[in-house]
């Protein structure tokens, strides 16, 4: 579905039109392409008060080869030289330079005294973030802090991230990454996520990273040799979600409806896949997964995607409605799981991703159906997370507009609220979910256990 407002907007015409209107000005964002570095643009690194976490950061930073600059701060410079980072110098004065990427380390705050520190690093440089450019804070997890005044502190950092995203605009995203006591080693694969252009179109996130055991992956194929499901892959975000975990090695699965069997044929032959078209609310759905993925070393991925809406306000809504709606969206993937988790259907560090909905966290008009089986996903998610055990893990996104058949099918002038009330001014694509999806899918995110994050561009609803 094309954006014909974005279209016109880069045109001559289109840019005075909206410059002197005050209209929302949604720019092209920078997205995932192979073979290129993870950041793009030079990264500028500060911390609080360095610490292990700075020490991890500046060794995800030596990793991915930033170009990185650091003010005059010898104790972060000292922790860089550890880990092979070389930070250039860098002057506030200096107001030419442009950065790609801000990273901050702020679990070294202890007080609301010390927040000071949040304004004295992003203060001097808040204009000199280049177009889709990337801020990242990192922060002690509230519940781990050692005092309530440091709980305190640290939770306050989400209100400093969540308006830098809508402040900063020009596709600048800005998140909060949360890492426990002790769980700096499994950082790596969240910060690489959030620097590269494959979190284009998620902002105003807070992702919780806690400790379990450290992977060593080639990072150009880091689901090689895993086996993946993807219901609902025959079209939309399951498609685009066959393809990124194909493209990051995994063989895939592709889950439909038997009358989407051409389309499922299609989406499996361009990734070198496999179908399996069944219904997902049928009882023996868990079997014929688990059964499916046998002979491929057993199944790694289970990604819930399948999902329909019917909408209606609920005095109109017909019960039968009602039942379709939760019956696919959420209780079978709770059988599914049900059936997985019981009788070993998923390998050691297997990984569950569910696609949820804003609609589950604001809530939306016409979707008591839809927005109770969203929400109910999210359910499933808490309160699956703390059962796991052997490295499996549990997590969701949630997407906003993405534009697919489903906003397509949406009444124009609500359709177009949907697409720019976010701070991207824009629908995100299926590709963003995906990117999400592969984030949680990595056998190197084993820390990421519970989390929903959102897909939204920073969506005004729910937020
Ligand atoms: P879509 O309608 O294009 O695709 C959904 C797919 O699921 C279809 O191929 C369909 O055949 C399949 N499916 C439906 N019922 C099934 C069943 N019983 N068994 C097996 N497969 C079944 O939808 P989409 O826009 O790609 O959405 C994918 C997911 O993302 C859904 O869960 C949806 O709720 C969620 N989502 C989408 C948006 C959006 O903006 N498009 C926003 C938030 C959440």
Redesign the pocket.
């Known amino acids: 579905m094309s954006d014909q407002y974005q279209v016109f907007a880069k045109t001559p015409v289109g840019k005075f039109v909206i410059k002197n209107l005050g209209l929302p000005s949604p720019i092209t964002l920078d997205r995932f392409q192979a073979a290129t570095p993870v950041i793009q643009g030079a990264v500028l690194f500060g911390a609080a008060v360095a610490n292990e976490v700075s020490s991890a950061v500046a060794q995800v930073l030596a990793n991915v080869h930033a170009n990185t600059y650091a003010g005059n701060q010898p104790e972060l410079q000292q922790a860089a030289a550890k880990v092979g980072l070389n930070l250039s110098a860098f002057n506030t004065t200096d107001t030419a330079s442009k950065f790609k990427a801000v990273i901050f380390d702020a679990s070294g705050i202890e007080s609301s005294e010390q927040l000071r520190s949040l304004y004295d690093f992003f203060h001097p440089i808040a204009r000199q973030i280049q177009t889709s450019g990337r801020v990242i804070v990192v922060g002690l997890n509230p519940d781990t802090a050692g005092s309530v005044q440091q709980a305190i502190a640290q939770r306050a950092l989400e209100g400093f991230v969540k308006s830098v995203g809508k402040e900063f605009k020009k596709g600048i995203t800005a998140q909060l990454v949360y890492v426990d006591k002790g769980a700096e080693a499994n950082l790596e694969s969240s910060l690489r996520f959030l620097l590269s252009p494959r979190s284009a179109y998620v902002s105003g996130q807070v992702l919780r990273v806690s400790q379990a055991a450290v992977v060593d992956v080639d990072w150009s194929k880091p689901l090689a040799g895993k086996t993946a499901v993807v219901?609902?892959?025959?079209?939309?975000?399951?498609?685009?979600i066959a393809h990124v975990l194909a493209r990051d090695g995994a063989h895939v699965i592709c889950?439909?409806?038997p009358?989407?069997q051409a389309?499922?044929d299609r989406v499996a032959a361009e990734i070198s896949g496999s179908t399996l078209a069944?219904?997902?609310?049928?009882e023996d759905?868990g079997e014929k997964i688990k059964a499916a993925a046998v002979a491929l070393g057993g199944l790694d991925i289970i990604v819930?995607?399948?999902?329909?809406?019917r909408d209606k306000t609920l005095a109109n809504m017909k019960p039968e409605l009602w039942d379709l709606v939760l019956?696919?969206?959420l209780s079978?993937i709770e059988r599914v799981n049900r059936y997985l988790l019981a009788e070993k259907g998923l390998n050691d560090n297997g990984r569950i991703i569910c696609?949820?909905?804003?609609?589950g966290i604001a809530g939306n008009l016409g979707q008591t159906n839809?927005a109770v089986s969203?929400a109910g996903v999210i359910g499933v998610v808490k309160y699956t997370a703390a059962t796991l055990k052997d490295g499996v893990t549990i997590n969701a996104v949630?997407?906003?507009?993405?534009?697919?058949?489903?906003?397509a099918a949406i009444p124009f002038a609500i359709r177009e609220a949907?697409r720019r009330m976010n701070s991207m001014s824009q629908?995100?694509l299926?590709v963003d979910?995906a990117e999400t999806i592969a984030l949680f899918a990595a056998p190197t995110s084993t820390g990421l256990n519970g989390n929903v994050v959102r897909v939204c561009g920073q969506s005004l609803l729910g937020a």
Do not use: C, W
Not at 278 to 282: F, L, M, Q
């Open positions: 219901t609902g892959a025959s079209r939309g975000i399951g498609e685009a889950l439909d409806v009358q989407q389309d499922l069944i219904d997902i609310t049928a759905a819930h995607n399948a999902g329909i809406t019956n696919i969206n079978a696609v949820s909905s804003i609609s839809y969203k949630a997407p906003g507009f993405i534009e697919t058949q489903m906003t949907g629908g995100g299926p979910v």
